[in-house]
């Protein structure tokens, strides 16, 4: 049997294990460091493609969410307003019910419930104009849609006017919503045709064709009919809230920790098993450090026996 000096095989074996043991101390390591057992392509480059794709997709559905509990609380909002406006409705209706009382109310009483109403209307008007989420006026007419019904006064839509809506977590038409809010201005609500003109809450102003002193019961079919749009738009807005955005945050929620779930599974590390794996290759690694040292101690020792048994000293 060979007897080399320069090199010895058993040496380079036990330094090659050494080695690769060193490498998976390092992975190990890393993935420990990290909590993800995908750090860079080389790891799993067909586990790293569909990762990617799972967290993109996961984080659409996490806008979609968000998108969807917004538009709920602006939807909230502005039937706050909605409801606001039906109080003032009822109090305006028993002033034009007891405008109607002409046979005995006074020009003083008529002059001085006109003067209410001219505040309601004004209240009203205010809520219009003031009712917002972040920064847009909600029932002004400006989120309405002009081609829509306008006894209509909430529906959503596939397109036209209103406002558009982000809810799913793709490009698709079926991604998108629009939904039109109601014109609750005082030429939007309470729209009444009779002889061939059309009145509106803004009629009851004093002066107008519509106020208590010119047509009180003229004022009490615009104010039905405006009590009607409202209770029409706050219905069609809780209806949407329950039966359409609360669905589809929920289905977007769970659609959302699938795809945590899934990638959760495909990318994070085992820390129990990565754990294992590093006590393992560090044990590999010490012990092929020994090999290496007594082999290197074994080599030296047979050759120097050698020399010598030859008479070499």
């Known amino acids: 049997m060979a007897m080399p ?3 010895f095989s058993p040496a380079y074996a036990a330094l090659r294990q050494t ?12 993935r420990i ?19 990617e794709m ?7 559905t996490a806008a979609a969410l968000q998108n969807t509990r917004e538009a709920g609380n602006l939807l909230s909002i502005a039937e706050g307003g909605l409801g606001s406006m039906q109080e003032n409705l009822r109090q305006m209706r028993s002033l034009a019910v007891h405008a109607l009382n ?13 003067a209410v109403l001219d505040s309601l209307l004004q209240t009203m008007q205010r809520t ?19 081609a829509a019904d306008p ?18 977590s793709g490009g698709t038409a079926a991604d998108r919503e629009r939904i039109n809010l109601p014109d609750a201005s005082l030429s939007g609500l309470g729209r009444v045709a009779d002889g061939g003109r059309a009145y509106a809450l803004d009629d009851l102003r004093a002066g107008g064709g519509a106020s208590l002193a010119a047509n009180p019961l003229m004022a009490l079919r615009v104010i039905d009919q405006a009590i009607a749009d409202v209770a029409e738009a706050r219905a069609g807005i809780g209806a949407y809230q329950a039966n359409s955005l609360e669905t589809g945050a929920d289905n977007l929620e769970k659609e959302l920790a699938s795809l945590v779930s899934t990638e959760s599974y495909l990318r994070d590390a085992d820390i129990a098993r990565e754990s294992t794996e590093l006590a393992q290759a560090r044990t590999q690694m010490q012990v092929g450090l020994r090999v290496i040292a007594r082999a290197n101690q074994l080599s030296r020792q047979n050759a120097l026996s050698l020399l010598e048994a030859g008479g070499v000293r």
């Open 128 to 146: 219009a104009a003031t009712t917002r989420y972040a920064g847009q006026n909600l029932l002004d007419g400006s989120r309405a849609d002009p």
């Open 151 to 168: 006894k209509t006064a909430f529906q959503a839509s596939p397109d036209g006017g209103g406002m558009a809506l982000q809810r799913g």
């Open 19 to 30: 080695g690769q043991a060193s490498g998976r101390v390092s992975a190990a390591l890393e």
């Open 33 to 51: 460091s990290t909590g993800q057992k995908i750090n860079a392509a080389r790891d799993n480059p067909a586990g790293l493609v569909i990762s």
């Open 54 to 60: 799972l967290r993109s997709q996961a984080g659409a």
């Open 102 to 114: 002409t046979g005995i109310n006074s020009p003083e009483q008529a002059g001085a419930d006109q």
């Open 5 to 7: 000096i320069r090199s």
